[in-house]
């Protein structure tokens, strides 16, 4: 079992950036895939990024979001620069045991989500 929670959503202007942590629970944290999706209002959930023993982006964020993890302290990062309007949505945290994935219905645990709004 993994519980997860989000934290360091917010509102910031066009071209910012933000930090998005996810804490998790459980002792074989290192042994799980771990992902960050978004879903914005009236939109289906889409995958952000994720991480196991590489990184994998989704194309709109290439090249302007990082995602990190460091297992000694069941941590989760997403480090968010050059934000625009478009990446208004709540940002889940997710953890799985299918590498490599990019799909939601393969990941098994979620956060409750944090906000980041991005003003024009």
């Known amino acids: 079992q993994v519980q997860l929670v989000e934290s360091g959503g917010g509102l910031v202007q066009a071209g910012g950036s933000l930090r998005l942590s996810c804490a998790a629970s459980?002792?074989?944290?290192?042994?799980?895939?771990m992902g960050w999706f978004r879903q914005a209002p009236g939109k289906e959930r889409e995958f952000v990024a994720a991480?196991?023993?590489?990184?994998h982006y989704a194309d709109s964020v290439k090249g302007r979001f990082t995602i990190s993890r460091d297992n000694a302290k069941n941590m989760v990062y997403l480090q968010m620069n050059s934000l625009k309007p478009e990446d208004t949505a709540v940002y889940y945290c997710?953890?799985?045991?299918?590498?490599?994935?990019?799909?939601?219905?393969?990941?098994?645990?979620w956060g409750q989500g944090t906000q980041v709004t991005v003003s024009s």
């Open positions: 997710a953890a799985g045991l299918v590498y490599g994935t990019t799909s939601p219905a393969e990941y098994n645990y």
């Open positions: 459980g002792r074989t944290f290192s042994n799980y895939a």
């Open positions: 991480i196991s023993w590489r990184q």
